[in-house]
């Protein structure tokens, strides 16, 4: 509002309660324009063709291969089924890892990083949370990073490597992406059965 009031009075044009008017309509369309670019239209036609971040919106399978042994058996896990739910906007990325004995991993930050040549790479450092009955035993609450490259246009498939504070490591690769987004292993999974 002060912005507005400088350039009217910078312009010579005196002012008045009515230059008021237009200024909280103008803010509003403005606000509702963004939020609606920000939540949906930059996916769809024709702002798609001008907007260079990939929609990997929905819930896709994942199988994870791991080096963490569990430390009663000393045996490697793998490869692991997972279900990772994304949710996006044009500014803002959320990722949640969900496993059938119910250990969830979700995201503390992310980036993304758009190569010249149209190349996506998703960064993210995340905190993974083991079931209850499992973190005594079997792992505790961790943090990792990972590193994954978005393939195809649209994007269809998603690989990458991950690391964690455990001093474990493994490769990741999502594939078969629905629009749904679950908040379960158990229902992403139900989704996909007949």
């Known amino acids: 509002m002060i912005t507005w009031g400088v350039f009217l009075w910078a312009l010579g044009i005196p002012l008045t309660w009515d230059h008021a008017k237009p200024y909280s309509l103008t803010l509003a369309v403005l606000t509702g324009g963004w939020k609606a670019f920000d939540n949906y239209l930059w996916r769809t036609w024709p702002c798609k063709k001008f907007v260079r971040v990939p929609d990997i919106n929905g819930t896709w399978r994942a199988v994870l291969q791991t080096s963490y042994e569990d430390p009663q058996t000393c045996e ?9 739910a994304v949710r996006q906007t044009f500014t803002s990325l959320s990722i949640r890892l969900m496993t059938v004995d119910g250990h969830e991993s979700s995201l503390v930050a992310s980036s993304l990083d758009i190569q010249r040549d149209g190349t996506t790479y998703i960064y993210g450092v995340y905190q993974g949370v083991p079931n209850i009955l499992d973190r005594s035993k079997v792992s505790a609450i961790h943090y990792g990073s990972f590193k994954y490259k978005a393939i195809g246009t ?41």
């Open 154 to 194: 649209p994007v269809t498939h998603i690989a990458g490597h991950y690391w964690t504070d455990r001093n474990t490591s493994g490769s990741i690769h999502l594939f078969d992406p629905r629009p749904e987004r679950f908040d379960s292993f158990a229902s992403a999974k139900a989704a996909r059965e007949p």
């Open 76 to 84: 490697r896990k793998g490869p692991i089924d997972a279900y990772i």
